[in-house]
């Protein structure tokens, strides 16, 4: 097999993973729980800092303060749905 070969098959294998990707985040995000979403986000943040160890600290700021919004806006929302509250324990 050549090399030429080679990378249109490893170029392929990255196309089909990528597929299978798209269509798993498609099916499980959306039956995540505002908490377990949160609590994605941070792992992946924690994740981005072991490989960018010198990342400024105000990124961290910056996305508590975005999910924090986020969170009393899905709050606000379901209150005036008349949803039962489902953010559990984050108080």
Do not use: C
Not at 69 to 83: G, H, P, S, T, V
């Amino acid at each position: 097999m050549s090399q030429k070969e080679l990378l249109q098959q490893m170029l392929a294998g990255y196309e089909q993973f990528n597929v299978w990707e798209a269509e798993e985040q498609a099916r499980i995000l959306p039956q995540l729980t505002i908490e377990e979403g949160i609590n994605q986000y941070i792992e992946l943040w924690e994740l981005s800092r072991v490989f960018a160890p010198n990342a400024k600290d105000e990124f961290l700021a910056e996305n508590v303060k975005h999910w924090t919004a986020m969170r009393r806006k899905y709050e606000r929302i379901l209150k005036k749905m008349n949803l039962a509250n489902p953010i559990r324990n984050l108080k």
